[in-house]
């Protein structure tokens, strides 16, 4: 039996894609209680990783979040040692407040306690512990060197 070979047609394409990616949805992982957790209808969580032991996470409007992101509120006490440093955490105050609008990139990782404003980006990679005004981007600064190798016998 022949196969007629299908026109190429980016709408269909497109279509088809979407389709794949909402059935296969992730769901956010929930560490902690899960009554700390007050998400917007409108947000996308995807697959962000949300620790509630150690205080509330608020999530707004529009807010969406990339690949492996994470909102921690947990914290040890560095200054202990041994069996208390492990087994001692604070239980309250460590709370985390995304606003409308935020975007937090791919392998974000925000630490508690701290606000992130309104329509805020805070780019992939970075590591957040302090508030974040709104309409403000943080990413890291990377320095790019391009140096030409030098091999060994030329």
């Not at 999530?59 to 560095?78: K, N």
């Not at 440093?85 to 309250?92: A, E, G, K, Y």
Request: glycine fraction near 10%; charge should be positive.
């Amino acid at each position: 039996m022949l196969r007629r070979r299908r026109e190429y047609d980016p709408e269909r394409m497109i279509h088809s894609r979407l389709s794949r990616l909402r059935a296969k949805a992730e769901v956010p992982i929930i560490n902690g209680p899960r009554d700390r957790i007050k998400v917007s209808p409108d947000a996308v969580l995807g697959n962000v990783l949300i620790s509630t032991e150690c205080g509330n996470v608020e999530i707004g409007d529009y807010a969406f979040f990339g690949h492996d992101a994470m909102l921690l509120t947990g914290g040890h006490d560095y200054a202990l040692t041994g069996r208390d440093r492990l087994c001692t955490w604070p239980t309250s105050g460590r709370d985390i407040v995304i606003e409308p609008g935020v975007w937090v990139a791919s392998r974000a990782i925000i630490l508690g306690p701290c606000r992130i404003g309104a329509n805020s980006v805070i780019g992939a990679g970075c590591v957040v512990n302090f508030d974040v005004p709104a309409d403000t981007i943080v990413r890291q600064r990377q320095d790019l060197v391009q140096e030409p190798i030098r091999f060994r016998g030329r």
